[in-house]
Every structure is written in structure tokens, then in C-alpha cells.
């Protein structure tokens, strides 16, 4: 599976920015799709994703501002960031994994997004 990520950029606290997550090789809607960031300094760290079953779920701090959704037909995944603090400063990555659960098999290339007071 190839995912390419895009999307990131400047952006001003309480900005707004859509991440997109392209996937080829095998269809999204086969697997689970997740996205995570990393910051300077800090560990990567989940964000927000789907369930097998499709539903999406969030990690406290971005729930609320972050939204991600997919559209199977186009094979991609988004992740809208509205309300953007500088924390949410990172680099972001889309990642799929083949299974209910278990650990990320495959990661796209990362797209910096950088908020600014």
C-alpha cells in the first residue's frame, strides 16, 4: 500500500486546514486507516481514525476540532483541523493497518502543518 499525504501548511491559531491521505495498492475500505503526528522533541502520537467497522474516533486533545472522514471511491482519507493551537504543531502522517487491531502496517511520507500565534 502506498499512501501519499498533502495538504499541510501555515496556518494562524484558530485556523483551518484539510489533510488528505491517497492511497494505492489496495482499497482503504479493506483495512483501517488512522492518522498520527509527531512534534519536535516529542514521540508520534495518534490522532484520530477508524474503527473495523468504519466509525471514526479521536484522541482527546483534538476531539471536537479535528474531523476525519473517507471517500472509498476517490480512495482517500481527510483529516480537517479547525481551531488550530499551536500544539497541534507537527508533522502528520496517515497510516493503514490490514487488520482489527495490531500495529500500522504501512505510513505515508508526512505533511508538516505549523500553527502560528
Known amino acids: 500500500v502506498q499512501l501519499q499525504a498533502s495538504g499541510g501548511g501555515l496556518v494562524q491559531v484558530g485556523g483551518s486546514l484539510r489533510l488528505s491521505c491517497a492511497a494505492s495498492?489496495?482499497?482503504?475500505?479493506?483495512?483501517?486507516m488512522g492518522w498520527f503526528r509527531q512534534a519536535p522533541g516529542k514521540e508520534r502520537e495518534f490522532v484520530a481514525g477508524?474503527?473495523?467497522?468504519?466509525?471514526?474516533y479521536y484522541e482527546v486533545s483534538v476531539k471536537g476540532r479535528f474531523t476525519t472522514s473517507r471517500d472509498n471511491d476517490k480512495n482517500t482519507v481527510y483529516l480537517d483541523l479547525n481551531s488550530l493551537k499551536v500544539e497541534d504543531t507537527a508533522v502528520y502522517y496517515c497510516?493503514?493497518?490490514?487488520?482489527?487491531?495490531?500495529?500500522?502496517?504501512?505510513w505515508g511520507q508526512g505533511t508538516q502543518v505549523t500553527v502560528s500565534s
Open positions: 497510516a493503514y493497518r490490514s487488520g482489527p487491531v495490531g500495529k500500522y502496517n504501512y
Open positions: 477508524f474503527t473495523w467497522t468504519g466509525t471514526p
Open positions: 495498492g489496495r482499497t482503504i475500505s479493506s483495512g483501517v
